[in-house]
DNA sequence: GCGATCAGGT
DNA sequence: CACACCTGATCGC
């Protein structure tokens, strides 16, 4: 406990900002001690305020949250009727907290007033730091060792979380407490002569269909794939691509009826060879007419003397580019099940990874040096390709890996046409209804994004709306939409990995049956298909997760989710043992102008302007929150200032998934009769029409609604940054709260220094050339 | 009718 | 502005 509040009080906000802070002291151990039995909130909220302060107006609290700049605190919004500079008619006598409610200054009933109107004289806790590590829970991470957390056995238990106490993660084991003395040992060598490496496992991939198109135009046919099937050769005469025969001179309706008897054809024969049953029951004809496209693969096996599998191959839609990371276990599960024949082919598959990564390391010898400038393996900047620099990874600036916004901004959308964001967005090509369908199971869909490949291995993360049947082994950071949509309960792509907490949102609410999901220890190694796997909390959202792969080929690749750097992440051993090669970073705010508080900072706004406004017990305080997300914020607010939070039946379900401990769940009610602080949907505050009807069914028991919104950054055009704005209608008061679970520019910044890859590749591209030329301006100077 | 997907909105 | 998620329309089984 001591650590933890040692790392609690580090977090402290700044005191001496404003001049006209409330004083805050710092609650020690023994007062959270007290909390054994629930105290009567009135005998609780009286003892915290009896030191008396400077009158503060509620507008001043925005002050608290240290912003660079911050215009005064009087600019006019949206009603003009807020910021009121000093109303002093309250003053006098005026204590603020909750034993005022009752005082003579108490409003009536139908008095409209300002929040503004309230002078303030409190003392205020601070956010109580053991709360951030209440649970705190020191594991010892052992790499190699037998992964055991606190529910015992974890080593490949799927099941061992269900129904037991999840330990782990996201404010139960807050990443403020649970990192401070994690120790991760990563065998992984620290070599300097792979430092220039480029990004070529993810060329391959991007470039997979091209590639193959042109291997098979080697014997001067080429293959037109994308638009009619057929073979044109060098004559211009078109083939059937099945038997070869010139179908030239029939029509376009007769050569699709002269091609699907070929396939009908193939299909009868394939029937008959058919070796062993599928264990996947793929959906749907085989795509027999599809063998020219795999006829490298082909080769290889026959090569091998295993012709005999080329069905399963095919069926399978093992291209070029699977094959190089194909598994015994996926050839297993693949249905070839004799031992034989699968040593044979991981084997030759070994064999293969070798001389491809002499290939790649003998090109990337030869790329050119210097800041910004490109490798000349061939990358054309793609997403995935924002390397190629030749500096000495700990001397890198964050701008060495994006030396021009505008380069990938264009060749981003090269790979995903018309879409700016491509994290995010869904290729073109899924959009189009058949054409789209037949081109996934054709498996020519290369669109699968850069940020949810892990190269050196076979692992897709956070690509469940890019599933195809190449990989059986999908991670999921966390429970947010964004990030597992295409995830249904049908899936059978395979295994599905992620934290326990996120696990037991997958399975509550998209009904993934158990059998299905790999729960994920924190901060310990474990192995999955051969590759070293760690985990670490994100403190992005409860159950978040960052994940560190180790493939065999020594390049390890840290992907971060979403994630918000700490500065306890950076005591994570792993980041000074384990050379990060490539870092999949979540780059949504990676841009100067978000430089937001620290959530600490933030929640204590949130507690002072209620502090300050909750004198009338006419207001009902709305705090938003996600699905998953922001639980934090509420806990904190429900913590401090000793009352209940009201939250829905179905929002609980969720709370009790997250791994909280008994004692904080007590501070949530689902009587909302209970509480004057309602936790709702975010969306539910995002407009005042929605609040007016929030309003209306309150009118009898509320005449105020304060509305806190925690929506990241409120940022609009032209105007600069301003924390907890303000916005009032009538009275509805809504607080837009940069409440962040990103990481703020800096704290990219410092994580990227910290963590020194070779290679990022952003997972998020959302910014326009303005925000890369001040991001380039800043870094630099 | 149901689930999955997608567009548009907040 | 962006996040995460909602609603409603549409599609396919």
Redesign the pocket.
């Known amino acids: 406990m001591p650590l933890i509040n040692a790392a609690g009080a580090a977090h402290r906000p700044h005191q001496s900002s404003a001049s006209q802070s409330p004083q805050f002291h710092i609650p020690t151990t023994a007062a959270d001690d007290n909390d054994d039995l629930l105290p009567s909130t009135q005998t609780v909220l009286s003892s915290r305020s009896s030191t008396s302060q400077k009158p503060l107006e509620i507008s001043d609290l925005s002050l608290h949250i240290p912003a660079p700049k911050r215009p005064k605190r009087s600019a006019p919004t949206a009603t003009g009727k807020e910021n009121v500079p000093s109303i002093t008619h309250h003053d006098v006598g005026f204590k603020p907290n909750f034993g005022r409610r009752n005082g003579a200054a108490a409003l009536d009933d139908d008095e409209v007033f300002e929040a503004s109107d309230i002078d303030l004289g409190c003392s205020l806790d601070l956010i109580q730091p053991s709360i951030l590590g209440c649970s705190y829970e020191t594991r010892d991470v052992n790499s190699g060792e037998e992964v055991v957390d606190g529910d015992g056995d974890f080593s490949g238990a799927m099941n061992e979380t269900k129904g037991s106490k999840v330990k782990g993660g996201y404010l139960v084991n807050s990443i403020e407490s649970r990192l401070v003395n994690s120790t991760v040992d990563c065998d992984v060598e620290v070599s300097g002569s792979d430092g220039f490496e480029s990004d070529a496992e993810l060329d391959l991939l991007l470039n997979l269909r091209p590639q193959l198109d042109e291997e098979d135009g080697i014997s001067g046919v080429g293959f037109d794939t994308e638009e009619t099937g057929f073979l044109v050769d060098e004559e211009g005469l078109i083939q059937c691509p099945l038997c070869g025969v010139d179908i030239s001179d029939l029509s376009d309706e007769q050569r699709l009826v002269h091609t699907n008897d070929c396939i009908d054809k193939e299909d009868a024969q394939a029937q008959n060879a058919a070796l062993t049953s599928d264990k996947k029951q793929t959906s749907g004809p085989q795509q027999s007419g599809d063998n020219s496209r795999f006829s490298t693969v082909l080769k290889w096996l026959h090569d091998l003397g295993l012709s005999k599998y080329e069905d399963i191959f095919v069926r399978e839609e093992i291209d070029w580019d699977t094959l190089q990371w194909l598994t015994d276990e996926d050839l297993n599960n693949m249905g070839i099940t004799a031992l034989g024949p699968r040593r044979k082919i991981t084997h030759a598959l070994s064999e293969l990874r070798k001389e491809s990564s002499a290939v790649e390391t003998c090109t990337n010898s030869h790329a050119p040096s210097g800041i910004g400038q490109q490798s000349n393996n061939g990358s054309d900047g793609r997403e995935g390709s924002i390397n190629g620099i030749n500096r000495t990874p700990a001397n890198k600036l964050i701008t060495d890996y994006f030396p021009g916004f505008v380069t990938n901004k264009k060749n981003a959308c090269s790979i995903i046409s018309g879409q700016k964001?491509v994290g995010?967005k869904?290729p073109d090509s899924?959009?189009k209804?058949?054409t789209?369908k037949r081109n996934v199971r054709n498996g020519k869909l290369g669109n699968v994004p850069a940020w949810s490949c892990i190269p050196g291995t076979p692992f897709r993360v956070d690509a469940f709306?890019h599933l195809r049947g190449d990989c059986f082994h999908w991670f999921l950071t966390h429970?947010?939409?964004?990030h597992y949509q295409?995830l249904?309960?049908?899936f059978c792509h395979g295994m599905i990995y992620c934290s326990p907490i996120t696990a037991k949102l997958v399975n509550m609410k998209i009904g993934i049956p158990w059998e299905r999901l790999q729960v994920l220890p924190l901060d310990q190694k474990i192995n999955i298909a051969g590759i070293d796997v760690t985990c670490f909390d994100a403190n992005?959202?409860p159950g978040s997760i960052i994940i560190l792969f180790e493939p065999p080929n020594g390049k390890a690749v840290l992907h971060t989710g979403?994630f918000r750097f700490c500065e306890q992440m950076g005591s994570l051993s792993v980041f000074q043992t384990c050379r990060i090669h490539t870092l999949i970073l979540d780059t949504?705010y990676c841009d100067p102008q978000y430089d937001f508080p620290k959530q600490e900072t933030v929640i204590q706004f949130v507690i002072d302007a209620i502090q300050a406004e909750a004198f009338n017990p006419k207001t009902l305080f709305l705090i938003g929150c996600?699905?998953?997300?922001k639980e934090r914020l509420f806990l904190e607010v429900a913590r401090v200032l000793r009352k209940k939070v009201y939250v829905t039946a179905a929002k609980l379900r969720i709370l009790k998934c997250l791994g909280f401990s008994a004692e904080d769940m007590q501070w949530f009610t689902v009587n909302e009769r209970e509480s004057h602080i309602h936790v709702v949907?975010?969306?539910t505050l995002?407009?005042f029409k929605?609040l007016q009807h929030v309003s209306n069914q309150y009118a009898n028991r509320f005449s105020l609604i304060v509305a806190f919104s925690p929506?990241?950054?409120?940022?609009?055009?032209g105007k600069k940054k301003s924390p907890g704005r303000r916005w009032q209608q009538g009275t509805i008061i809504r607080y837009e709260v940069p409440y962040s679970?990103?990481s703020s520019f800096s704290e990219l910044k410092d994580f990227v220094k910290l963590v020194s890859p070779v290679n990022i590749i952003p997972s998020?591209n959302?910014?326009g050339p303005d925000s890369a030329l001040a991001m380039t301006s800043l870094l630099s100077s």
């Not at 996600?626 to 997300?629: A, D, H």
């Not at 929506?711 to 055009?717: D, E, F, I, N, Y």
């Open positions: 964001d995010k869904i899924l959009h209804g058949k789209a709306r429970f947010h939409m964004d295409g249904t309960k049908s992005h959202c979403d949504t996600y699905t998953v997300g949907p975010l969306w995002a407009s929605r929506t990241g950054w409120a940022l609009s055009k679970e990103h998020v959302n910014h």
